[in-house]
């Protein structure tokens, strides 16, 4: 747990911010498919609400983080510059293995 700690402080960490109900199956789908992937210095925040305001007093990252289309929306980002958002579970899977 000590390599953990220092590699997350070398390291840049992962931010990543997932809006989406979660009861619905394609949220609990998206989050299965971020759990999959092996990322030792990723944060991980949820987004509940349908715009974007729920957590954002606790959690400054999440501010305007929504969902797109009614699908659970996952957002990958570094340093809090974040890419596209994606949709698709599939994808998000790929994008993760490919950083």
Not at 14 to 42: C, H, M, Q
Not at 44 to 66: I, R, Y
Request: some cysteine.
């Amino acid at each position: 747990m000590l390599l953990i700690a220092l590699d997350f402080h070398i390291d840049t960490p992962l931010e990543i911010a997932i809006a989406g109900d979660l009861l619905s199956p394609d949220t609990k789908t998206a989050l299965r498919a971020v759990n999959r992937v092996f990322l030792p210095n990723k944060v991980l925040a949820f987004q509940s609400g349908m715009d974007g305001t729920d957590s954002n007093n606790l959690v400054p990252f999440l501010d305007g983080k929504v969902r797109l289309e009614s699908a659970a929306t996952v957002y990958i980002c570094e340093n809090f510059v974040c890419r596209e958002p994606l949709t698709d579970a599939d994808a998000v899977e790929e994008r993760l293995r490919n950083l």
